[in-house]
């Protein structure tokens, strides 16, 4: 009996102290820009939303890492001037919102952390107990190479029509390179998405100051389709997409239903490749007055998914797999349904399986067409004999276009 009410004492004292930590975005300062691939020196803003809508002493942490994400051999004051670890302190409550927050922003570069050098970089927030509630990665990179980008349909004949392959050269003419197996890392994303990434890539071809990557099949990439949207810019009307509103204890936006079907074919649809903005037409500042409401998506299908869950895929949680996103098949009404908290805005969203072996799918239920209009950054690392951390030393970028 003792070990019950222990047990039933440190579950509700954990759930006291968990936060809800929502709307979490990393970005420059311009508008409509997602990307956290910036040349050195550019301000990013990290914001977010804690749902216990008290006041917590969150503090920001800044760690050079390298191409690989693992910790860099740099100290803490060799990249930065200043502080590597600060206080929040831009915090507001939410105003005249049904679901209370307190909203925390922070400018980076700021007149406490400084950063000097160019590289991967992570981003993490901690509690009071100096515990990490989450992290965002960034990079900063000097413009000291140029990169030339191509994406064309895949030449691949068994995967013409469902992959997207990129071709891109490394002009160096300020730079010494002497073995560039060794001296250079390259990685290429999809849509700004860390989680859909090709690396350990080797030039193809050496030609005075350029590096040439024509790969045939190792830069392949699924096309995916057009990412899903819809607009909560209203919180008690109709908006985009969104078919029915309902007021509870927060508002109910019901979004409008998508049919699953294995033979859809490819329709041109604009998207901001899976991204999310905060905005609200009832009011004039979307980061205190934007209320939350409680997304509800439909898949429908006649039959579930074999051995496979289904889960709302997007930036809104930085593309993640959680229960928050997983969706339950209703036999009843031969639909997959589920539901999150989300602030007013706009979002992109996709549906994604998830089977035994662990495995993503963004295309199952979507499909994946090469028609498909993604974009593709190119990073290339830079760590010379003897140096102790890796620049980043160019980016570039490519789109697929249709009219190729």
């Known amino acids: 009996m003792t070990h019950k009410i222990s047990l039933f004492l440190l579950i509700f004292f954990t759930s006291i102290n968990a936060q809800v930590i929502k709307s979490i975005q990393l970005k420059p300062l311009q508008e409509n820009n997602f990307s956290t691939i910036v040349p050195l020196g550019t301000v990013l803003e990290l914001s977010?939303?804690?749902?216990?809508?008290?006041?917590?002493?969150?503090?920001?942490?800044?760690?050079?890492?390298?191409?690989?994400?693992?910790?860099s051999r740099l100290l803490s004051s060799q990249y930065i001037d200043g502080f590597d670890q600060n206080t929040i302190i831009d915090v507001s409550n939410s105003f005249n919102t049904l679901q209370n927050y307190t909203h925390y922003s922070v400018k980076i570069p700021n007149t406490n952390t400084v950063i000097n050098k160019s590289?991967?970089?992570?981003?993490?927030?901690?509690?009071?107990?100096?515990?990490?509630?989450?992290?965002?990665?960034?990079?900063?990179?000097?413009?000291?190479?140029?990169?030339?980008?191509s994406v064309s349909r895949s030449r691949n004949t068994k995967t013409i029509n469902t992959q997207q392959t990129i071709q891109f050269s490394v002009n160096h003419p300020r730079i010494k390179i002497n073995n560039p197996g060794q001296e250079?890392?390259?990685?290429?994303?999809?849509?700004?998405?860390?989680?859909?990434?090709?690396?350990?890539?080797?030039?193809?071809?050496?030609?005075?100051?350029?590096?040439?990557?024509?790969?045939?099949?190792?830069?392949?990439?699924?096309?995916?389709?057009?990412?899903?949207?819809?607009?909560?810019?209203?919180?008690?009307?109709n908006s985009l997409n969104i078919v029915k509103v309902e007021k509870k204890d927060v508002f109910h936006h019901y979004i409008y239903p998508f049919t699953y079907n294995e033979y859809r074919e490819y329709k041109y649809n604009p998207d901001i490749n899976g991204q999310f903005i905060i905005r609200t037409l009832e009011a004039e500042d979307a980061n205190t007055e934007a209320d939350y409401a409680m997304m509800h998506f439909t898949v429908l299908v006649d039959e579930p998914f074999k051995e496979k869950e289904i889960y709302v895929f997007g930036a809104?949680?930085?593309?993640?797999?959680?229960?928050?996103?997983?969706?339950?098949?209703d036999p009843l009404e031969k639909a997959y349904k589920g539901s999150i908290l989300l602030k007013q805005g706009f979002y992109n969203y996709t549906f994604a399986t998830v089977g035994k072996d662990g495995i993503v799918n963004t295309n199952e239920v979507n499909g994946t067409f090469d028609e498909t209009e993604n974009e593709y950054t190119v990073i290339v690392y830079y760590k010379p004999f003897g140096s102790f951390f890796e620049r980043v030393v160019g980016v570039g970028s490519g789109f697929f276009n249709q009219n190729r």
């Open 184 to 237: 250079i890392n390259v990685v290429v994303l999809k849509n700004n998405n860390w989680k859909e990434k090709i690396t350990n890539l080797k030039p193809t071809f050496y030609k005075p100051n350029q590096l040439q990557y024509t790969y045939t099949n190792k830069t392949n990439f699924w096309g995916g389709n057009e990412y899903f949207n819809f607009d909560s810019k209203f919180i008690r009307n």
């Open 316 to 329: 809104f949680n930085n593309f993640e797999i959680t229960d928050e996103n997983r969706m339950n098949y």
């Open 48 to 71: 977010f939303d804690d749902l216990d809508a008290d006041s917590k002493d969150y503090q920001y942490k800044i760690e050079h890492m390298t191409h690989d994400w693992k910790s």
């Open 119 to 149: 590289g991967n970089y992570l981003l993490s927030v901690l509690n009071d107990d100096d515990e990490v509630i989450f992290t965002r990665r960034f990079v900063l990179y000097e413009n000291i190479t140029t990169i030339g980008v």
